[in-house]
């Protein structure tokens, strides 16, 4: 962090402690260029976001469903759980980066698939199956062919 004297980076905390009955953290940061002293605030980010379902019923975004849905999808599949943890997080900058309070699961739900896609074609398809609700097989199957031919 910058020095708000000098305005060099060369900061650094001294001490940290709670404020604010644990709702935020104070820091004491001391700069090495001019020695001066400032303090800092850390607080938690909120911004609530909606998930908009289907059935139109809303909901509080939740990270670990999307995991959970993934990892379904992956399920003896040669994804690492590193590369499900950055897919996550790919898709949760990105739909924190729009700036709604409401988003729509399904816009969600294309995200994932967008990724999935170039991770792994069968993880690729279950999910699909499962959030497109897929009615029958011959869809499905119609969906895993388009992956295959687009991967070759
Ligand atoms: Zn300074």
Redesign the pocket.
């Known amino acids: 962090m910058k020095?708000p004297?000098?305005?060099?980076d060369n900061?650094r905390v001294i001490d940290s402690r709670p404020a604010d009955e644990n709702n935020s953290i104070r820091r004491r940061r001391m700069?090495d260029?001019?020695?001066?002293r400032f303090t800092t605030y850390e607080k938690i980010e909120t911004i609530p976001l909606i998930v908009i379902k289907k059935d139109n019923n809303r909901e509080t975004y939740d990270r670990s469903k999307i995991e959970a849905g993934v990892l379904r999808a992956c399920h003896k599949r040669p994804v690492s759980a590193n590369q499900i943890t950055r897919l996550v997080d790919e898709v949760e900058t990105e739909v924190f980066n729009m700036e709604e309070k409401e988003i729509p699961s399904q816009v969600i739900g294309e995200l994932v698939m967008d990724r999935l896609k170039d991770l792994d074609a069968v993880a690729y398809v279950r999910f699909a199956s499962v959030y497109r609700e897929f009615k029958d097989i011959n869809t499905f199957m119609d969906e895993l062919k388009k992956v295959i031919s687009t991967k070759g």
Request: proline fraction near 0%.
């Open positions: 020095c004297f000098c305005g060099r900061t700069c260029e001019c020695g001066k």
